[in-house]
């Protein structure tokens, strides 16, 4: 049996109760919508991508649970001053450590605090709550008109 | 004598008011077992009901002793599939009281039933200008059919609207029908609010303007006796697993003077009578809209379900739940923190709810941990969930085999959400 709290540590109940960068961002040069159908949950995504391809600003806003709030959060955070390619780099990192197969991944990626959310890896259900934030990210880089869906 | 017949009647009456719930919870083995740890509290019966035994071991007797295709061969087995597989049409005639087994079509589920209509009644009758009446409550299943058939048809869809009580306004309903519409679909029993909604009158008031009416009884017939005559609906659609049947299997009935005059929807073997290159002669009733080779087991264990919920008698089944609803209503009133979506006068047996700062995804994850499965979404109805203005909610929806002490496990189960989440 596992244990709660392994997938909801202080560390999302934080995020989850005060959101980083949260909001909607006026001068963004990328934006996505991303959408779970399976649980209605909604997500906005805002970049701010400067010439050299970096990400100078980031926010979100929308309704999720807990881990797509906190997921979101961190995200933004984690996203702050990073190059186009890293971001991407992180994209694919978090998504394996999600589903529970990053211990098969070479990867030089460093997940941080990212890694407080593997727990969902034991949750199927749950995974798409996490890689919401991440999948609309990937619209966004993109510039796909259509919402990023989980489904 | 007389007497004692009175007083057997009596007691019959009695016993029908009483559901034994330990020996029924004896019937469903997948009840017994542990999740996470704690014994299973299933609380999603609105999502899919679980089985009993009898259902099982007569899917299971079928494919060992019986199976065969029906309708077709001349050779013993596939006399006795057809003969289970249309004995099954009295069981279904009888639990929802229609006139005749020509009325009886066997399809997938609810979704297929409504599909069925709208694409066969809807795309002979529908013109431009002309309306379909549906309502603000409706499952996805009966709005979606809906729309498509207003795309190929022209036809408008109009929307009568809920109150905050999460009940028809009747009101908007009067002033919405009118010479134009020419079908109404409304559900019985709403899937994510509870309310159970007038059909009679909803059916009466369409008919004198010129409808006919679709009831959408997916969540109706598992709760109380239903009768189509009195209704007086010209169709009804229910599925199969949500009455303690298998999945896959459904019912559409249909008044056999409306059916008669409906074209095939779907073309293949058993839906003619005569196949000729230059053109078909179609089946009759209830044949000539069951096209290709039918889910047989379903159909059987449906039966088999059916005889189960009678046995135990549907206005037992209905005080049972009633009573359960009134003791979670009670509970739920005294944890704070928790508001009910939904308090129509008139409801069945569910509880549908939100938590002050936690998303239903995150209940329903924490309620699994303590073994009690409820449902967490929007239900498919999301345009209930924007009215209410919520994403999502937690629904706990209960049946035959619940009791008291499973509710207790919810609300405990609520209060760890609460302490888990507290700030």
């Known amino acids: 049996m596992t244990e709660l709290r392994d ?145 | ?61 079928y494919y060992s002793e019986q199976h065969s295709n029906v309708h077709r061969g001349v050779h013993t087995l596939s006399q006795r599939a057809t003969d289970l597989y249309e004995e ?23 979704t297929e039933a409504i599909n069925l209509v709208a694409f066969s009644y809807g795309m002979k009758n529908m013109q431009p200008g002309d309306e379909i009446l549906i309502t603000e409550m409706e499952h996805h299943s ?42 109404v679909a409304v559900t019985h029993v709403s899937n994510a609010l509870g309310t159970v909604n007038p059909v009679a009158k909803i059916t009466e008031m369409a008919h004198a303007a010129g409808a006919v009416v679709l009831i959408d009884g997916a969540q109706g017939v598992p709760h109380k006796p239903i009768d189509v005559q009195a209704i007086g609906c010209d169709f009804y659609a229910f599925s199969g697993h949500k009455i303690y049947g298998p999945t896959g299997v459904g019912v559409l009935y249909g008044r056999e003077v409306v059916l008669e ?28 809209f069951e096209a290709g080779t ?16 009678m046995e135990l008698g549907l206005n037992a089944i209905n005080k049972h739940e009633s009573l359960l609803l009134d003791y979670a209503l009670t509970k739920a009133e005294q944890q704070s923190g928790l508001r009910v979506i939904g308090s129509a006068s008139e409801r069945a047996s569910l509880l549908s709810f939100v938590l002050d700062g936690v998303h239903p995804h995150d209940v329903g994850t924490v309620l699994d941990h303590e073994g009690v499965a409820v449902r967490a979404g929007h239900h498919c109805a999301m345009p209930v969930m924007e009215h209410f203005g919520v994403p999502a909610t937690v629904r706990a929806s209960w049946g035959i085999y619940n009791t008291y002490d499973e509710l207790d496990r919810l609300f405990e189960g609520i209060d760890k959400v609460q302490e888990l989440f507290r700030k």
Not at chain 1, 94 to 109: M, P, Q, R, T, Y
Not at chain 1, 113 to 118: A, T
Request: glycine content about 8%; charged content about 25%; hydrophobic content about 35%.
């Open chain 1, 7 to 151: 997938l909801y540590q202080e560390v999302i109940m934080d995020h989850n109760r005060n959101p980083r960068n949260y909001g909607c961002l006026q001068e963004a040069s990328h934006f996505a919508e991303g959408f779970n159908p399976l649980c209605g949950d909604q997500l906005k995504l805002y970049l701010y991508i400067n010439d050299s391809n970096t990400i100078e600003d980031v926010s979100f806003e929308g309704q999720g649970c807990a881990i797509s709030t906190a997921s979101a959060s961190i995200m933004t955070e984690i996203l702050l001053g990073l190059g186009l390619n890293e971001a991407k780099q992180y994209f694919h990192a978090f998504c394996a450590l999600a589903i529970g197969e990053n211990k098969h991944l070479e990867s030089d990626v460093d997940l941080g605090k990212l890694e407080v959310l593997k727990g969902v890896s034991e949750y199927p259900a749950r995974v798409k709550c996490a890689t919401l934030a991440w999948h609309t990210l990937q619209a966004a880089l993109k510039g796909e008109k259509e919402p990023a869906k989980t489904e």
């Open chain 2, 261 to 288: 005059e409906m074209p095939p929807w779907q073309g293949g073997g058993d839906m003619i009578k005569q196949v000729r290159l230059d053109g078909s002669e179609y089946n009759d009733l209830p044949y000539k």
């Open chain 2, 142 to 183: 009966n709005i979606v059919p809906w729309q498509l058939l207003c795309e190929r048809s022209g036809a408008t869809l109009k929307i009568v609207p809920i109150n905050d009580q999460g009940e028809l306004i009747m009101k908007s309903y009067e002033e919405l029908l009118t010479n134009q519409t020419k079908i």
């Open chain 2, 294 to 309: 039918p889910n047989i087991a379903g159909v059987i264990g449906l039966g088999t379900a059916i005889e189960y919920v």
């Open chain 2, 1 to 61: 004598m007389k007497n004692q017949v009175v007083s057997q009647e009596l007691s019959d009456q009695a016993s029908e008011l009483t559901l034994d719930v330990d020996s029924v919870r004896n019937d469903f083995p997948v009840l017994h077992q542990e999740v996470h740890g704690c014994p299973l509290v299933y609380l999603d019966n609105g999502a899919s009901s679980q089985k009993p035994e009898v259902v099982i071991q007569k899917i299971a007797e």
């Open chain 2, 88 to 110: 099954v049409r009295e069981n279904v005639r009888s639990l929802i009281n229609a006139r005749s087994t020509r009325e009886i079509i066997y399809v997938r589920g609810t």
